[in-house]
């Protein structure tokens, strides 16, 4: 079976969804780092295992990522290095990008919501799911919206 991953990258906390090919959800998780497990390279390195381990265990044919975007120069540059070593492990996997606003707006309609929005629209889908932090919820966000997108599913 292959799969698809949503992924919300992140050098603090990349935030993992798993989805079967047919929308259901299969796993969410999330890879924290901070400045105490070393500089961005070792904690590039964490997030690159944890990436790795996962595309053996499941397989993807699709991901779908949140397009960078710039904000403050050392945050944009980190993000960018998370979305290098990504695109770089799923070298041989379709990558598609949404920007952030495109999310929200598939999502709740808004293309300006905030995050507990998004969220709380997420567990319309997923009742029973709890996240452990935004970048999970986000990360099943950015999965659904290629599913709504490109597939029939509705929330």
Same mark, same amino acid.
């Given at each position: ?6 992924? *919300? ?8 969804? =798993? ?9 969410t998780l999330s890879v924290p780092t901070s400045p105490?497990?070393?500089? !961005? ?8 295992d944890k990436l790795l381990e996962l595309k053996k265990?499941y397989p993807p044919n699709l991901i779908v990522l ?5 904000? !403050? ?9 998370? !979305? ?7 070298? *041989? ?27 709380? @629209?997420?567990?319309?889908? @997923?009742?029973? =799911? ?7 919820? *986000? ?17």
């Amino acid at each position: 079976m292959d799969y698809i991953y949503g992924l *919300d990258l992140s050098l603090s906390c990349t935030g993992i969804a =798993i989805f079967e090919e047919n929308g259901n959800l299969v796993k969410t998780l999330s890879v924290p780092t901070s400045p105490k497990d070393g500089e !961005h390279g070792k904690r590039l390195k964490i997030i690159a295992d944890k990436l790795l381990e996962l595309k053996k265990q499941y397989p993807p044919n699709l991901i779908v990522l949140e397009s960078g975007f710039s904000r !403050h120069a050392a945050s944009t540059q980190a993000i960018f290095k998370t !979305h290098g070593i990504s695109e770089y492990i799923f070298y *041989d996997v379709k990558i598609i990008k949404f920007a952030p606003s495109t999310i929200k707006k598939i999502i709740t309609g808004n293309g300006r919501s905030d995050k507990q929005q998004v969220q709380d @629209f997420v567990l319309k889908k @997923f009742p029973n =799911i709890i996240f452990e932090n935004m970048d999970q919820s *986000d990360s099943v966000a950015i999965g659904l919206s290629y599913f709504i997108q490109e597939t029939t599913m509705k929330l």
